[in-house]
């Protein structure tokens, strides 16, 4: 089963032990604990033809119910709900639960008949397309290692830091610190996709921070959001948990985080004011954590590790504390810039010309040791080369027509 489908899988079977530990009466006249399990047994008995159909229909199932469940459990597990609404969510949960297992037990190209495709192929893994996961554009991170240049070292080292296990309080905040285009995105991706990394952390999330929210006004609500998304929560029931103010949001992050080894990369803290800074500071000390900070939504004690990046020290430093920092510097190795650029200027089957070389000092001058500038550079070039290709590939046409007319 894959990673996703692995994660929410766990989610729902922890779910079902809530419900059977709930003393509510209500959850007995529903036998809403033994539905749960009947309907687990039929998604890990689903096998479609297709190993992305399985991942897809596991997938889009368990969203849909770990919403619902979700939801119930937060109803259950907070003080002050009235029987009315736990039983209109009860109810909610039984018909959706009816729903899905009629779909599962129905016939397959039935089933998918009509559905809008989520999943497609790439590299190997199976990526969701669907338009109401649209937040796979932040906690998807890909990267391709040969094109990793000069911070070799440096992955390595947060692989291991990664994997070495947290014995003080089962928690680890570390802090990404440079100047733009110094590589930190890199560097954590490469981390992320290690496949030991991977074996270690369920779930993994990637939250970019840099893009500001347009509709959200409040950004702390929003950073809460964007990982609430990532965890498959729909924007229907994360919209319901804002309007009930900043608290119930982290709330919900750590009833979902709850026991697990968590990794979560927050990519691009930048221009936060001090109230949001107040918000995201990632505090180790129980005692020190409101209800309404984003630390109360991270549980610790079972390894869960939080790694932000971020262009300002202090930003950095006031989230995960000084001692947590590690500071990315421009590459000292000009050599390392040099390839960077060339694998920017090789796409497409482009051949750098000779007369590169003879710029070379020039252009490792204006990278400054960044390899954003250096690669950015490359693609400039890259763009003129392709445009010349084409442009003779078309004259080449034209001057083929005429002879042949």
Same mark, same amino acid.
């Not at 999943?119 to 937040?135: F, M, N, Q, R, Y």
């Not at 347009?214 to 990532?230: F, P």
């Given at each position: 089963?894959?990673?996703?489908?692995?994660?929410?899988?766990?989610?729902?079977?922890?779910? +079902?032990?809530?419900?059977?530990?709930?003393? &509510?009466?209500?959850?007995?006249?529903?036998?809403?604990?033994?539905?749960?399990?009947?309907?687990?047994?039929?998604?890990?008995?689903?096998?479609?033809?297709?190993?992305?159909?399985?991942?897809?229909?596991?997938?889009?199932?368990?969203?849909?119910?770990?919403?619902?469940?979700?939801?119930?459990?937060?109803?259950?597990?907070?003080?002050?709900? &009235?029987?009315?609404? +736990?039983?209109?969510? /009860?109810? *909610?949960?039984?018909?959706?639960? *009816?729903?899905?297992?009629?779909?599962?037990?129905?016939?397959?190209?039935?089933?998918?008949?009509?559905?809008?495709?989520?999943?497609?192929? @790439?590299?190997?893994?199976?990526?969701?397309?669907?338009?109401?996961?649209?937040?796979?554009?932040? &906690?998807?991170?890909? #990267?391709?290692?040969?094109?990793?240049?000069?911070?070799?070292?440096?992955?390595?080292?947060?692989?291991?830091?990664?994997?070495?296990?947290?014995?003080?309080?089962?928690?680890?905040?570390?802090?990404?610190?440079?100047?733009?285009?110094?590589?930190?995105?890199?560097?954590?991706?490469? /981390?992320?996709?290690?496949?030991?990394?991977? *074996? !270690?952390?369920?779930?993994?999330?990637?939250?970019?921070?840099?893009?500001?929210?347009?509709?959200?006004?409040?950004?702390?609500?929003?950073?809460?959001?964007? +990982?609430?998304?990532?965890?498959?929560?729909?924007?229907?029931?994360?919209?319901?948990?804002?309007?009930?103010?900043?608290?119930?949001?982290?709330?919900?992050?750590?009833?979902?985080?709850?026991?697990?080894?968590?990794?979560?990369?927050?990519?691009?803290?930048? *221009?936060?004011?001090?109230?949001?800074?107040?918000?995201? /500071?990632?505090?180790?000390?129980?005692?020190?954590?409101?209800?309404?900070?984003?630390?109360?939504?991270?549980?610790?004690?079972?390894?869960?590790?939080?790694? #932000?990046?971020?262009?300002?020290?202090?930003?950095?430093?006031?989230?995960?504390?000084?001692? =947590?920092?590690?500071?990315?510097?421009?590459?000292?190795?000009?050599?390392?810039?040099?390839?960077?650029?060339?694998?920017?200027?090789?796409?497409?089957?482009? @051949?750098?010309? @000779?007369?590169?070389?003879?710029?070379?000092?020039?252009?490792?001058? !204006?990278?400054?040791?960044?390899?954003?500038? /250096?690669?950015?550079?490359?693609?400039?070039?890259?763009?003129?080369?392709?445009?010349?290709?084409?442009? =003779?590939?078309?004259?080449?046409?034209?001057?083929?027509?005429?002879?042949?007319?």
């Amino acid at each position: 089963m894959a990673e996703i489908e692995q994660f929410l899988l766990g989610q729902f079977e922890d779910a +079902i032990k809530t419900l059977e530990s709930s003393t &509510s009466d209500l959850l007995k006249v529903f036998t809403l604990p033994k539905r749960c399990k009947e309907l687990k047994d039929l998604l890990v008995k689903k096998a479609p033809e297709t190993r992305a159909s399985l991942d897809w229909v596991r997938r889009e199932k368990l969203y849909c119910i770990n919403t619902v469940m979700g939801e119930l459990q937060m109803l259950l597990t907070e003080p002050h709900h &009235s029987t009315t609404e +736990i039983l209109r969510s /009860a109810r *909610n949960l039984c018909q959706r639960l *009816n729903q899905i297992s009629k779909e599962l037990q129905a016939d397959k190209k039935a089933e998918l008949q009509g559905e809008e495709k989520a999943a497609s192929v @790439e590299d190997g893994k199976d990526l969701p397309l669907k338009k109401d996961l649209e937040t796979y554009r932040w &906690s998807s991170p890909s #990267v391709d290692p040969t094109k990793i240049h000069g911070i070799e070292d440096k992955v390595l080292m947060m692989e291991r830091l990664l994997v070495r296990k947290e014995t003080k309080n089962g928690f680890r905040a570390i802090g990404i610190v440079g100047v733009a285009g110094v590589g930190k995105t890199a560097l954590c991706k490469m /981390a992320f996709n290690n496949q030991e990394v991977k *074996n !270690n952390f369920l779930p993994r999330i990637w939250v970019c921070l840099s893009k500001q929210p347009k509709e959200d006004t409040d950004y702390q609500k929003e950073v809460v959001k964007r +990982i609430l998304m990532c965890l498959g929560l729909e924007d229907e029931i994360i919209d319901e948990l804002k309007q009930g103010g900043l608290r119930k949001l982290p709330f919900a992050l750590r009833q979902r985080l709850k026991g697990k080894r968590y990794l979560i990369v927050l990519d691009d803290v930048w *221009n936060l004011d001090e109230e949001v800074q107040k918000f995201c /500071a990632l505090s180790t000390q129980d005692d020190k954590i409101g209800p309404e900070q984003l630390a109360y939504g991270l549980p610790k004690g079972h390894g869960g590790t939080v790694i #932000v990046t971020s262009r300002s020290r202090k930003i950095a430093e006031d989230m995960v504390g000084k001692k =947590n920092l590690r500071e990315l510097l421009p590459l000292a190795n000009k050599e390392s810039c040099w390839e960077i650029f060339c694998d920017a200027v090789k796409k497409d089957e482009i @051949e750098p010309p @000779e007369e590169l070389g003879m710029i070379k000092d020039d252009i490792l001058k !204006n990278c400054a040791g960044l390899p954003l500038v /250096a690669r950015m550079m490359g693609q400039i070039v890259h763009e003129k080369l392709l445009e010349e290709r084409e442009k =003779n590939a078309n004259q080449t046409q034209q001057e083929t027509h005429k002879r042949e007319g």
